[in-house]
């Protein structure tokens, strides 16, 4: 049996982050451990290399929902990464923190410490942003952030005259003084290459005598002693169970999926849900997999009369020239994510702040369930344009299936459980509509593909979204911060309610979901969870 100062579950954007701050001292042994493998082939650095990993079991777990009753009985697709860096490995890259609110709305649930001005300098200590250091963004972090705003496609200015038609707000930067707006995304790409939380932390920390990574090791439960505090961990590798001790904390980063699931096999959840499955109780906490949540997107398919990435990509000669393009000068589409435009805005005037996300692809494309086989423009040129509710209300569960630590937890989103989340299916509908009627839109569009003439009034788009949308895969909030054990799973301080010597340090803990893509955020909590485990060992 070895032992370890810190032993951390989950090599994903939250775990690499972890082990690279808890080690740096030379203080402290650390042990990560990551169920999935390395991340060292060519796909995980190269931004577009994600669509090898949408359907592949042997870097995604490729988790599904539960049927989802307002979908249409759906199983809503939720790839996870199952490789080194976790989803932050095979996500699509755009770096978004959320706006002010979000954070300033975790505070005032009861978590100190956890407001927007609080968090902000943990963003800024993560980037190396490619404007420099100023009030709003870092310039030295180990993750590089950079605007496609050179690159972009040109019909995304088409995009942003639209708005301005509309009398929209333009954003020059959605993490920086105003986030509502249209604009060009960033993205966690440096010089045509991913920069992933694994690549840029966890790597060159590996070099340390005092970090030790265990691949394909699947944590099945975690272990406590009589005072009900957490020792240590029981992993199965390669077939073969192993034990590792943890002198000062276990810490999970296991995902928002996977962090409740293992709390609950180790007796820490719901009484009656670890009865039902005959596991014996360690801490009764309620909220252990509870308060899950997603965004939900929908997509709007266009014909165009100019050529778009489509004519680029969709041909042999063209994925030639393009990768040429990347070997010779790390530029062009390849070294970017096909989500290039977008933006925030107030799907009404009622709204008091952007309630609604967009993305406006240059590209309309479909990607094959063959592991094998790569994104696959569609045969014209075209381009799509989808929305996600930023702040949806619905909450639901991630609960252990069985006993069985192999057996995938049951996720249990509960979409559109609320009027509110009704409301906004509609209204973002609603609003692709009105952009699409302006003089720069109707410039550069042949056709609506897809919805067409079947989504014509509120009815139908509710339809729609019922029957298209799909996980934007940004699940959070299964092991929620706040005060009460009845409806929290951590403290502020990321400490699980009840026990000792543990904490959970990944997406998870967010007590509301934030508006954006949930990549950066992630890493954030990650940065300031480890200077919080650091401040109480040092």
Known sequence: MSEYDFIIVGAGSAGCILAS???????????LLEAGGKDDSFWFRLPVGYVKSYYNPATNWMYYSEPQQNLAGRQIYAPRGKVLGGSGTINAMIYVRGQAQDFDDWEA???PGWGYRDVLPYFKKLESHHGGENAWRGGDGPIGITSMKDDAHPICNNYLRACRELGLPQSEDFN?????????????????????????????ALRRGNLTLELHAHTERLLFDEHKRAVGVQVRQHGKLREFRARCEVILAAGAVDSPKLLQLSGIGDSALLQRHGLPLV???PAVGRNLQDHLCVSFYYRANRKTLNDELGTLWGQARAGLRYALRRRGPL???????????????????????LYFNPLSYSIPKDPNAGLKADPYSGFLICFNPCRPSSRGSVEIASADPAQPARIMPNYLSTQKDIDEAVQGSVFIRRLMQTEA??????????????????????????????????????????????????????????????????ASVFPNITSGNTNAPTMMVAE??????????L
């Open 109 to 111: 649930a009861g978590n």
């Open 283 to 285: 801490q009764h906490l």
């Open 335 to 357: 070294a970017m994510s096909v989500n290039q435009a977008g933006g925030f805005f107030r799907g009404n005037a009622r709204e008091a702040r952007p309630n609604l996300q």
């Open 528 to 537: 300031k969870g480890a200077e919080l485990i650091l401040a109480d060992w």
């Open 441 to 506: 839109m109707r410039e550069i569009t042949v056709e609506e593909v897809t919805p067409a003439a079947a989504v014509s009034d509120e009815a139908s788009m509710l339809r729609f979204f019922r029957e298209q949308s799909g996980s934007i895969y940004h699940l959070c909030g299964s092991c929620a911060m706040g005060p009460d054990p009845a409806s929290a799973v951590v403290s502020s301080q990321l400490k699980v309610h009840g026990v000792a010597g543990l904490r959970v340090v990944d």
């Open 176 to 204: 920086g003084a105003q986030f509502e707006g249209a604009g060009i995304y960033e993205t966690n790409i440096r010089n045509g290459v991913r920069e992933s939380s694994s690549f840029r932390y966890l790597h060159p």
């Open 21 to 31: 701050r808890l080690s740096e001292s030379g203080k402290f042994r650390v042990l």
